[in-house]
């Protein structure tokens, strides 16, 4: 196990680095960033002014070293709009997103599971067949407009929900749904077909031919076979979810990391756009490793081989 969590652990290492790298060069050049903060009505002078004082006429292996430097001493730079800390810029705005994710993984774990589970216990019956529908209809569906119908059916309709903000636990509810839905299809899918492959394997029929409980061959026997897979992907969701927030957020007007990205574009906030993709990346890698050594710790052939 040591050996494996070596080898898991720098991988992790090396993938955040790689990341660092392309996250540094797709954000020096795409353009040039002197210019972008400079505004469109710069001089050449205005220009050339604001790239010798924030450095950006060195090379760019320097540029990025010196940056690289800094936040291995956690040092994320200064906002050059809010004139205010990264980091501290990061904290006001990551509790939401993270919250916001954890919300929309436990809404599409809750939904998504046990309808791939009675779909597989019932294969080519209506439940399975609305299942798969389940599943075409959330790839459909944009979750933007999902969103938008959400609004308007428990917000301007009903009004049942708060359609804008972060003050309660009620203005996440309809955020949630409208982000987890789009991971739930994937993960149903696994878990049906996880489980059909598990419900016909040698170890399931040897516990039915004992008389166990159904719900206990089911669970113990199937389901805890069929689920390590869902453990990586769920893993990945929720990256994906910390990451490509900034629809829902921008939606229903939470301030959470990915509404912080689309204005750090438009004000040509370098420091902030360049943390923003480190956190990101830094967050995929330690929550695949997280899911690895969870798969180990349900498959003891995971860590063996």
């Given at each position: 196990m040591i050996v494996y969590l070596s080898k898991r652990l720098f991988m992790t290492v090396l993938v955040i680095a790689v990341t660092s790298v392309i996250a540094f060069l797709l954000v020096h050049l795409s353009g040039d960033p002197a210019a972008a903060m400079a505004g469109e009505g710069a001089s050449d002078a205005d220009i050339e002014a604001v790239r010798a004082t924030y450095g950006f006429d060195r090379p760019l292996y320097v540029q990025y070293l010196e940056w690289a430097g800094r936040v291995l001493t956690g040092d994320l730079g200064r906002s050059?709009?809010?004139?205010?800390?990264?980091?501290?810029?990061?904290?006001?705005?990551?509790?939401?997103?993270?919250?916001?994710?954890?919300?929309?993984?436990?809404?599409?774990?809750?939904?998504?599971?046990?309808?791939?589970?009675?779909?597989?216990?019932?294969?080519?019956?209506?439940?399975?067949?609305?299942?798969l529908w389940l599943a075409v209809a959330g790839q459909a569906l944009p979750s933007f407009l999902f969103a938008l119908g959400l609004m308007y059916l428990f917000g301007v309709y009903?009004?049942?929900?708060?359609?804008?903000?972060?003050?309660?636990?009620?203005?996440?509810?309809?955020?949630?749904?409208?982000?987890?839905?789009?991971?739930?299809?994937?993960?149903?899918?696994?878990?049906?077909?996880?489980?059909l492959d598990v419900l016909q394997s040698d170890h399931v029929r040897t516990a039915r031919a004992y008389g166990l409980a159904p719900w206990r061959v089911v669970v113990r026997h199937?389901?805890?076979?069929?689920?390590?897979?869902?453990?990586?992907?769920?893993?990945?969701?929720?990256?994906?979810?910390?990451?490509?927030?900034?629809?829902?957020?921008?939606?229903?007007?939470?301030?959470?990391?990915?509404?912080?990205?689309?204005?750090?574009?438009?004000?040509?906030?370098?420091?902030?756009?360049?943390?923003?993709?480190?956190?990101?990346?830094a967050a995929y890698a330690v929550l695949t490793l997280l899911a690895d050594l969870l798969n180990a710790a349900l498959d003891p052939r995971i860590r063996i081989s």
């Open positions: 050059t709009y809010l004139r205010a800390d990264v980091t501290e810029v990061l904290a006001r705005h990551m509790p939401v997103t993270a919250t916001l994710g954890a919300c929309a993984l436990g809404f599409a774990l809750a939904l998504s599971i046990p309808l791939g589970v009675f779909a597989a216990l019932r294969p080519n019956t209506m439940i399975d067949r609305f299942a009903l009004r049942w929900l708060p359609i804008s903000g972060s003050d309660t636990w009620l203005h996440y509810l309809m955020p949630s749904i409208a982000l987890g839905y789009y991971a739930t299809p994937a993960i149903m899918r696994l878990t049906r077909s996880g489980m199937g389901l805890r076979h069929a689920i390590i897979p869902v453990v990586s992907l769920a893993a990945v969701q929720l990256g994906f979810m910390l990451g490509g927030s900034i629809v829902i957020e921008t939606i229903f007007s939470l301030k959470g990391i990915g509404h912080l990205a689309w204005e750090s574009i438009q004000r040509a906030d370098i420091e902030v756009i360049q943390a923003i993709l480190l956190v990101i990346a």
